[in-house]
């Protein structure tokens, strides 16, 4: 049995955010992925918002457009754009790549093509049994403080503590192409973050996307529950047809394509269980109304090392702050959101009201765009207004 002080699954950026930060604090840190290379694996739109390198310390190279100009796309497909940030894009290998390459920098194990298969929780420490992927043994490592980070498929029904059986029901089914076109989309395309709401040819919402890469525009789409194949990738060809037209006309393009699951339900309402903390996707941190995680899930790893930090030799309440520190900073906008998203789905005309208010009042877009718990006074009022504002003419539409 080898024994270590912090020990994380996942090497998204929930976990290589917890892992570097932990590092740098001087705690042994090993964390076990399961794929031979880390994010090469990761399906997302990898959208970032504003100041996300600051904010985690990240090189700006991996940046691949400053996106100024958020456009929301309407039922009836009306756009209603204004400013954000400037929000940022990226993909997935080059994000985790880079967080995972700092974490081994700062000090970190990184141990890939490990696969988490199951934990026991003890009084002070925690056992983690995995699969060694290139040796095919099972191995166990019982460590102080464990940091579960393992994202959308987290399984976690075994641990009574966890356990959260409407984790079903929030998961979105997504898909998306990577097309890489014979030449440059028209400029619009790579200073825009555009998200579409509208129904399937079956009735069910989606959610769809396209985000400007270096050599390739992302154009996807995610649907909550499961769809069969083909309805999914009708709905996804017929919404690149109907972009095609305005971002990239006849340009010949080569299409890859890539689907994987993102949680878009409300956070899992227990995220500790003695040491054991979950974090990012697994801890349901995603904002329902478009699939943002990333920032949720690099913080929650910030959290999680603080909280490993503070109390070295007492892992339960270390388990316990990091409990206080993501429920109070996230869960109250995270549960906002997702009322909002369901309250926008029982009737699609208004999710046309409220982009239609966001495009006419800045300061409401700009306000929606930071995080509740550093709200000034003034900015919270102004807030409430505004939603009074939607709420009145939402429920007219
Ligand atoms: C199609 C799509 C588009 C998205 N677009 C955006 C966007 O534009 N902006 C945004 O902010 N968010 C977006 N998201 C959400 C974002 O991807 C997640 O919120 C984010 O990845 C969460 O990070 P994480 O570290 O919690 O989990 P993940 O990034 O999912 O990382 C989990 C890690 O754990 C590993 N793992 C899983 N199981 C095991 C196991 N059993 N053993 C060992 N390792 C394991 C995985 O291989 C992976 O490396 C999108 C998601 C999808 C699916």
């Given amino acids: 049995?080898?024994?270590?002080?912090?020990?994380?699954?996942?090497?998204?950026?929930?976990?290589?955010?917890?892992?570097?930060?932990?590092?740098?604090?001087?705690?042994?840190?090993?964390?076990?992925?399961?794929?031979?290379?880390?994010?090469?694996?990761?399906?997302?739109?990898?959208?970032?918002?504003?100041?996300?390198?600051?904010?985690?310390?990240?090189?700006?190279?991996?940046?691949?457009?400053?996106?100024?100009?958020?456009?929301?796309?309407?039922?009836?497909?009306?756009?209603?754009?204004?400013?954000?940030?400037?929000?940022?894009?990226?993909?997935?290998?080059?994000?985790d790549g880079t967080m995972a390459e700092l974490a081994l920098q700062a000090g970190a194990q990184l141990r890939t093509q490990s696969l988490y298969r199951k934990h026991r929780v003890g009084r002070d420490s925690t056992t983690v049994e995995y699969a060694d992927l290139q040796s095919g043994q099972h191995k166990q490592i019982r460590a102080r403080n464990v940091?579960?980070?393992?994202?959308?498929?987290?399984?976690?029904?075994?641990?009574?503590?966890?356990?959260?059986?409407?984790?079903?029901?929030?998961?979105?089914?997504?898909?998306?192409?990577?097309?890489?076109?014979?030449?440059?989309?028209?400029?619009?395309?790579?200073?825009?973050?555009?998200?579409?709401?509208?129904?399937?040819?079956?009735?069910?919402?989606?959610?769809?996307?396209?985000?400007?890469?270096r050599d390739h525009l992302t154009v996807g789409l995610g649907v909550m529950g499961k769809m069969p194949g083909k309805e999914l990738r009708a709905e996804l060809k017929g919404f690149q047809a109907r972009v095609a037209p305005r971002l990239y006309p006849g340009i010949a393009?080569?299409?890859?394509?890539?689907?994987?699951?993102?949680?878009?339900?409300?956070?899992r309402p227990s995220i500790v269980s003695g040491s054991l903390m979950v974090g990012g996707t697994a801890a349901g941190l995603v904002d329902a109304t478009?699939?943002?995680?990333?920032?949720?899930?690099?913080?929650?790893?910030?959290?999680?090392?603080?909280?490993?930090?503070?109390?070295?030799?007492?892992p339960n309440r270390a388990a316990q702050r990091y409990n206080a520190g993501v429920k109070g900073r996230f869960y109250a906008r995270l549960k906002h959101r997702d009322t909002l998203m369901r309250f926008l789905e029982r009737r699609p005309r208004r999710f046309g009201v409220l982009f239609e208010q966001l495009a006419t009042t800045p300061r409401f877009a700009e306000i929606l765009q930071r995080e509740d718990s550093y709200l000034p006074i003034i900015d919270r009022f102004y807030l409430y207004g505004q939603a009074l504002k939607f709420a009145k003419n939402a429920i007219r539409a």
């Fill in 1 to 95: 049995m080898e024994d270590v002080e912090f020990l994380i699954v996942g090497c998204g950026p929930a976990g290589a955010q917890a892992a570097r930060e932990a590092a740098r604090q001087g705690i042994e840190t090993i964390v076990l992925e399961k794929d031979a290379v880390v994010g090469a694996k990761r399906v997302c739109a990898a959208g970032l918002r504003p100041g996300f390198c600051k904010t985690f310390d990240l090189p700006r190279e991996l940046i691949h457009f400053d996106t100024p100009r958020m456009a929301l796309f309407d039922e009836e497909g009306t756009c209603h754009a204004f400013p954000v940030g400037p929000a940022h894009t990226t993909t997935r290998e080059e994000l």
């Fill in 147 to 213: 940091f579960f980070a393992t994202g959308a498929t987290a399984r976690l029904d075994t641990d009574e503590q966890l356990a959260f059986p409407k984790w079903e029901d929030g998961l979105l089914t997504c898909y998306q192409y990577r097309l890489y076109l014979a030449r440059p989309a028209e400029p619009i395309a790579y200073q825009t973050l555009e998200l579409h709401y509208f129904r399937a040819a079956n009735g069910r919402q989606i959610v769809a996307w396209m985000f400007p890469k």
């Fill in 253 to 267: 393009s080569r299409i890859k394509e890539e689907g994987h699951l993102l949680y878009g339900g409300r956070p």
């Fill in 290 to 314: 478009n699939g943002e995680g990333i920032f949720e899930a690099a913080m929650s790893g910030r959290l999680a090392a603080d909280a490993v930090a503070t109390h070295p030799n007492a």
